[in-house]
């Protein structure tokens, strides 16, 4: 059974990777930008939870609700003051900005929130499942973790496949000149991704905060670049490779912390990275990019 | 209907339109030829909305539209089929039609859809293709189609026969006449100034970012300069 139990903790973990990784993935393939502050809004969304359900007493489900909001908010106001004035500046610039608002957002928590570790309580107060005579012990935030990245995945593959805005932001992932003269404003639809993709880390954060309760001002950051790695793995810009990647990721450090070593998961978990670069440099189901002549 | 005066576009340092001023009336196909690095599609680009004019006037319909980002001119009904066609490659013909009409209804959407099926039949039979795999013939079809899907009232082509071998070329030219006489003010840029001056009613002749000459596209067809210019003799 311990191979089933890893096995189903390593496909929640990723799950919630997964759901990062969708993030990344739709901001790269419609801004071109590595968004390195959607960590850190994960950790924002944690602490909006946090309180909205300790300080106002909120119940779970309008908790998150509320960290949603606060994140796609937190998202469109961070992309309109710090990175849409880059739009024409190299990538460089933008890049460094992220970091930037990354290292904003962790230490305004530490001054709002102070650095004393939360104690977030989870937003699915259901009893585990027990399966095989109590053998098989699946926690339900493990269950609803799975559903809602599955959930999430589904959702946004029909909206960017048959929803008229969904097909414009494809447009702009392509060719934004060629989607300003369909009279698409580009500028709006970089926001909405920024808001979509931070509404998701906020979902991301308040699942990964359920699964393993501490809360810190750092919490965003090692899921933020596991996410990351997820996405590349699985092929920037690609929704279902985000998916996979990110689920991916999850196992292989479950597994490795389970027969390897804890200390070397997540060093493992890298190294996979490099591995499957170096086979496939687009990641698993990216394009091949074809440079114009 | 389209009126731009003293025009100055510059690209970086690049001075490339120099106090270009030409007009292009309701009903009309209007070209501008040149050679290579005339300023011809950097015009078209700044009318379109997608480059800012450093000076001069961009009237249309009365309006002076300078300033108006891209996205607004194909409200206003101007619309651009850019030079090398910049088909979104990934998504199917059916899908680059509707961005065409991005800014229309669904149901003028459909309709619009019906009747560019209409015009070009090989896009209809090609519609769930991904935009990449077409040919370059089919590619600048599929350009025009969702240029047009927006019902603009002027449409601007650049380079509409780059590439394409003499008989779709024709085919192509062909098909932007048909459209004017559908009443589709026509503003085309090409270096095939043969084939543009034989379907245009106006010509401007563009030399290193100014006018150097104009007129009736028939009388530019046989003058001497032209032909010897631009024309091979």
Known sequence: MGFLTNLINGISLGSVYAIIALGYTMVYGIAKMLNFAHGDVIMVGGYVCFFAMGSLGLPPLVAVLLAVIACTCLGIVV?????????????????????????????????????????????????????????????????????????????????????????????????????????????????????????????????????????????????GIKAFTAAVLGGIGSIPGAALGGVLLGVIEIFAKAYIGTQLADAIVFAVLIVVLLIRPAGLLGKEIREKV | MLKIDDLNVYYGSIHAVKGVSFEVEEGEIVTLIGANGAGKSTTLNTVAGLLKP?????????????????????????????????????????????????????????????????????????????????????????????????????????????????????????????LNEQGTTILLVEQNASMALSIADRAYVLETGRVSMSGNANDLLHDKRVREAYLGG
């Not at chain 1, 392509?174 to 979902?203: C, H, P, R, W, Y």
């Not at chain 2, 229309?104 to 070009?120: A, I, N």
């Open chain 1, 79 to 223: 992309e309109r003051l710090a990175y849409k004035p880059l739009r024409e500046a190299p990538s460089l610039a933008v890049l460094i900005t992220a970091i930037g608002v990354s290292y904003f957002l962790q230490n305004s928590a530490l001054l709002l929130w102070g650095a004393d570790p939360k104690a977030f309580a989870s937003v699915v107060p259901f009893p585990s499942l027990t399966l095989f005579d109590g053998q098989l012990t699946i926690s339900s935030v493990t269950i609803v973790t799975v559903l809602a990245a599955a959930a999430i995945m589904v959702v946004l593959t029909l909206f960017t496949t048959k929803t008229k805005m969904g097909k414009a932001m494809r447009a702009c992932s392509e060719d934004k000149g060629a989607a300003q003269l369909m009279g698409i404003n580009v500028n709006s639809t970089i926001s909405m991704v920024f808001a979509i993709g931070s509404g998701l880390a906020a979902i991301a954060g308040v699942l990964l905060c359920s699964a393993y309760p501490t809360l810190v001002p750092t919490t965003g950051s090692m899921p």
């Open chain 2, 54 to 178: 450093h000076s001069g006037s961009i009237e249309f319909e009365g309006e002076d539209l300078v300033g108006t980002p891209a996205h607004k001119m194909v409200r206003k009904g101007i619309a651009l089929c850019p030079e090398g066609r910049r088909i979104f490659q990934d998504m199917s013909v059916q899908e680059n039609l509707e961005m065409g009409a991005f800014t229309r209804s669904d149901q003028e959407s459909r309709e619009m859809r019906e009747r560019v099926y209409e015009s070009f039949p090989r896009l209809k039979e090609r519609r769930r293709q991904a935009g990449g795999t077409l040919s370059g013939g089919e590619q600048q079809m599929l350009a025009m189609g969702r240029a047009l899907m927006c019902k603009p009232k002027l449409m601007m082509l650049d380079e509409p026969s780059m590439g394409l071998a003499p008989l779709l070329v024709r085919e192509i030219f062909d098909i932007i006449k048909e």
